[in-house]
């Protein structure tokens, strides 16, 4: 079964290397939390457009601020990596929608919103990207970038089931339905009907598992961390306890020692002056 790292190779979404110079991976880091926001603004502005809730003028400019944030993402990243070619091989993706997705195409070719969708590729990215930092953060304790984490994935699937889903008008509704699958309650007052629904909500439900175990094996660190700085502390005073007291023990010695020293060369001088007064 391929490792994620496999998938996302096959998907052109894998990222910088790991081998790659300190310098890229660092901006990677950087750019990591915007490309997750972004994602984030093509759903809301995709269930947006689905309502016709946008006009032509805004569609427009979130298109070009879309496609130049996934333009200066890649110019960015192929400059400071060292093997361009590999990079740009690892994240073939990339080039697809900056390339069909360059608005002004859309004007021209006949089938818009097919394009369009080219930005929900992005989420795939997004996922892969959510669970690859997830491991980060569980090796960090790291609880309040986690909360946050699952804070962001609960709101963009709240607006892709009330995208796809017709029981689910709304996105409140869509919000607090994901909440509830995410967390396993499942109260039962929302639940998706079609087969579109229902494939997502078994993703997220295998989604929510793995949010919850991370969460709760990052609380038990946590709380296993602070008692073991703890016991720590009570170490470290032990042992200068026990410093104090050899140094202590160290300096008796020394002074029995001199004692015994003194008291040998006061009966060695006594014994010399008996043996003159004999004689």
């Given amino acids: ?30 750019l990591e939390w915007p490309m997750i926001l972004l994602a984030l603004w093509i759903i809301v502005s995709w269930y947006l457009e689905a309502g016709h809730h946008l006009t032509e003028a805004v569609i427009g400019v979130t298109d070009w601020i879309v496609w130049l944030f996934f333009l200066a993402e890649t110019l960015i990243l192929t400059t400071l990596v060292d093997k361009k070619m590999t990079y740009l091989k690892r994240n073939w993706i990339n080039l697809v929608i900056i390339f069909f997705g360059f608005p002004l195409i859309w004007w021209y070719f006949p089938f818009t919103g097919a394009l369009r969708t080219l930005r929900i590729l992005a989420m795939l990215g997004l996922f892969l990207q ?15 970038t986690t909360l946050a984490l699952g804070f962001v994935i609960i709101i963009m699937a709240g607006f892709i089931i009330a995208g796809i889903e017709p029981g689910i008008s709304n996105p409140m509704d869509g919000i607090w339905w994901a909440l509830v699958t995410m967390t396993t309650v499942g109260y039962g007052d929302i639940v998706p009907e079609s087969t579109a629904g229902r494939l997502f909500a078994s993703v997220l439900i295998v989604m929510g598992l793995g949010m919850i175990s991370a969460l709760t094996a990052s609380f038990a660190a946590f709380f296993l961390s602070e008692d073991e700085s703890q016991l720590r502390r009570k170490e470290n005073e032990i042992l200068r306890k026990v410093n104090r007291l050899e140094s202590e023990l160290a300096e008796m010695r020394a002074l029995l020692e001199s004692l015994a020293g ?8 006594t014994s010399t002056t008996s043996k003159k007064s004999k004689d």
């Fill in 1 to 30: 079964m391929p490792n994620q790292d496999n998938i996302s190779h096959i998907f052109g979404l894998a990222g910088v290397d790991n081998r790659e110079n300190a310098k890229a991976k660092r901006w990677a880091g950087y």
């Fill in 262 to 269: 003194s008291d040998s060369k006061s009966t060695s001088n």
């Fill in 130 to 144: 959510i669970s690859k930092t997830t491991r980060k953060l569980l090796s960090r304790h790291n609880l309040g």
